[in-house]
């Protein structure tokens, strides 16, 4: 499929683009930003060639976020692989059942999620920037981590994906006792393992825009430097504050979705 697009659309996605990697390296949800934009963009062309060409963008900002924050800030990468493998195999199982799920049974259940998540985040201002015990998580609770935010969250991005990041790191730091900033880390070795076996699964079916999701890339990768270094220099105060703005813009757009479009 080859869609006939504008050099003013392609511009315009490109921004999205990077846009979306730099929430996403700061605290996870840049899909509120990309998959709609090509959703718009790409009017007449089949969901799974949008979802397809989101992952191949969206792969590229989470691996340079994911590279900045194993440089600079102290990530369990041995453990961060261990949940990364469960959410591949989660994401692999999603996207193969993708093109059978109907998003009106999911939004109110992923909303629910979101505002319990929001209420979690307000009501506990020291969510997330406490200190994690020096003896590191039990291994009850990386077990916990392994199927929750890995094959659970993992599922959820190959079947649908906006939102997987901040899911992520919400369930890293609740269950790993991490800061915001060492989450995200985390959680953007996890969301690179979501996203190959996603884009795995869409690529074989044939089901990527390679020559839209090019250029979309590289602003993409730009924006989830940029991102990652912002986070990694203000901390967890700095991500909080992204977190709560994108878990709300996340709870509207998808209420829209469901009841004002």
């Keep these: 499929m080859t869609p006939d697009i504008s050099l003013a659309t392609l511009t315009v996605l490109c921004l999205a683009a990077a846009a ?3 929430i996403d390296a700061v605290v996870g949800g840049g899909g509120l930003i990309q998959l709609p934009a090509l959703l718009v963009g ?3 062309v089949p969901a799974a060639w949008v979802l397809g060409t ?3 963008v969206a792969i590229c900002g989470t691996t340079a976020a994911a590279v900045a924050y194993a440089r600079r800030s102290p990530l369990d990468l041995r453990r961060a692989l261990r949940i990364g493998l469960a959410a591949l195999a989660g ?8 093109s059978g799920i109907h998003s009106g049974v999911l939004r109110p259940m992923v909303m629910a999620a979101l505002l319990a998540v929001l ?6 201002p020291s969510f997330g920037t406490g200190v994690a015990p020096a003896a590191g998580p039990s291994r009850r609770r990386v077990l916990a981590a392994v199927l929750v935010a890995g094959l659970g969250i993992g599922f959820y991005d190959g079947l649908v994906g906006p939102g997987t990041g901040t899911f992520l790191v919400l369930a890293l730091a609740a269950l790993l006792h991490l800061d915001l900033v060492v989450a995200s880390g985390t959680a953007k070795v996890v969301n690179v393992c979501t996203n190959v076996g996603a884009l795995v699964t ?3 079916q044939g089901s990527v825009l390679w020559q839209v999701a090019a250029p979309m890339a590289l602003f993409n990768l730009a924006g989830g430097a940029v991102g990652a270094r912002m986070a990694l220099k203000r901390g967890s105060s700095f991500v909080r504050s992204v977190l709560v703005v994108v878990v ?5 757009k998808l209420g829209w979705d469901q009841w004002g479009g």
């Excluded at 692999?92 to 059942?97: D, K, R, S, Y």
């Excluded at 209420?119 to 506990?124: N, S």
């Excluded at 709300?248 to 509207?252: A, I, K, Q, R």
């Design 42 to 44: 790409l009017p007449h």
């Design 202 to 204: 869409f690529g074989l």
């Design 248 to 252: 709300l813009s996340l709870v509207c």
């Design 54 to 56: 989101n992952k191949a």
């Design 91 to 98: 994401s692999l199982a999603g996207a193969f059942f993708a």
């Design 119 to 124: 209420a979690l985040v307000l009501l506990r």
């Design 20 to 22: 979306a990697g730099w």
